[in-house]
């Protein structure tokens, strides 16, 4: 019997949202939904709960995301990601941790206004946050160290708006989002290489992190892979990508490594949106995978009821009534 969306989705902010991955935990979530409207509506649901929740909430979708190369994955989420605001708050954070004054104007917030403010010297201000930036980021290893490097600049960046810092945190940003055409662009900050499979999921795990550095309560990502499942090349190129069935194997390993990565993951939850495909198609379904079967599979299970705190559920159509009355009671997302 499937399980009612709604009832899911409390669970899922009750005991997870509001509760174990709020506290740093971290989790991997498969919902099979019947049909498309339904996944759009379940991602909106989830995205509105975790904002409420104070989570950054990114959606990404595999009809125009290749989410089984996990690079290109990162790339999508950091074109939802407001790079400068988080390194807004981290260096306003930091100056006031050492007990100086701010500027209330963020077009005010330059190193020779702050300098200006508290009666110091704009060029010895300059290294003190340099250091304060190295000891609180550069040490951090629970980033890798090219986002650690990256998000000094990003916060430099915040007192220069004008100069060779603006341009290069530019640059940076580029590169996190995979838009850098020359690598050559970033080595001034210290940047060697592009981000690729080898060191995207870290990026990532490091995104989770560093949110949390900022005052948000984590990072929560819905991912809709049910067009791996189309067996059929789409005859309008516009409708997106078509994948070829190693591809969607090669989709579920990602996933795969996603679960056996929770440990390193703080504050993070994973939700995949797939389609019944992804049950019922022996040739690319779950049953065709069984590194990511056997992590997400009740192999004891009840015959008339399923478990809403499992990995892997299938849910029914929300009913708009019910909708309508979580939002009412203030129990859902607003």
């Not at 981000?195 to 999921?201: L, P, Q, T």
Request: aromatic share 8%; glycine share 6%; net charge negative.
């Amino acid at each position: 019997m499937d399980l009612k969306s709604e009832d899911w989705l409390s669970i899922l902010s009750s005991e997870y949202l509001r509760d174990f991955v709020s506290e740093g935990g971290a989790a991997v979530k498969f919902a099979v939904t019947g049909e498309p409207d339904d996944r759009d509506t379940l991602r909106s649901e989830i995205c509105r709960m975790a904002s409420k929740e104070g989570y950054l909430c990114v959606s990404v979708d595999a009809v125009r995301t290749k989410i089984h190369m996990i690079d290109h994955l990162f790339h999508e989420i950091a074109r939802q990601v407001d790079w400068d605001a988080l390194a807004y708050a981290f260096v306003r954070r930091i100056l006031e941790e050492n007990g100086l004054r701010i500027p209330e104007d963020h077009a005010a917030f330059q190193v020779g206004r702050i300098a200006e403010l508290n009666g110091q010297e704009e060029m010895f201000l300059l290294n003190d946050l340099k250091k304060w930036l190295g000891k609180a980021i550069f040490r951090d290893y629970r980033m890798s160290q090219e986002f650690r490097i990256a998000m000094i600049r990003l916060c430099l960046a915040q007192l220069d708006h004008e100069n060779v810092s603006s341009y290069l945190s530019n640059a940076v940003k580029e590169w996190l989002r995979g838009e850098l055409r020359l690598i050559s662009t970033v080595k001034e900050a210290l940047i060697f290489q592009k981000v690729a499979r080898h060191n995207a999921r870290h990026m990532l795990f490091s995104l989770a992190h560093w949110l949390r550095q900022n005052g948000r309560t984590g990072l929560v990502l819905t991912m809709d892979i049910s067009r791996y499942a189309v067996t059929k090349r789409p005859k309008d190129t516009s409708d997106g990508f078509y994948y070829s069935t190693p591809a969607a194997m090669d989709a579920y390993e990602v996933l795969r490594q996603f679960i056996d990565g929770t440990d390193e993951l703080e504050g993070g939850l994973i939700i995949v949106l797939a389609g019944p495909e992804f049950i019922d198609d022996d040739r690319r379904g779950l049953n065709r995978y069984d590194a990511l079967r056997l992590r997400i599979s009740d192999e004891v299970h009840d015959r008339s009821r399923q478990n809403p705190l499992a990995s892997l559920v299938r849910l029914s159509r929300q009913s708009d009534v019910a909708l309508s009355k979580r939002q009412s009671d203030g129990v859902g997302p607003q």
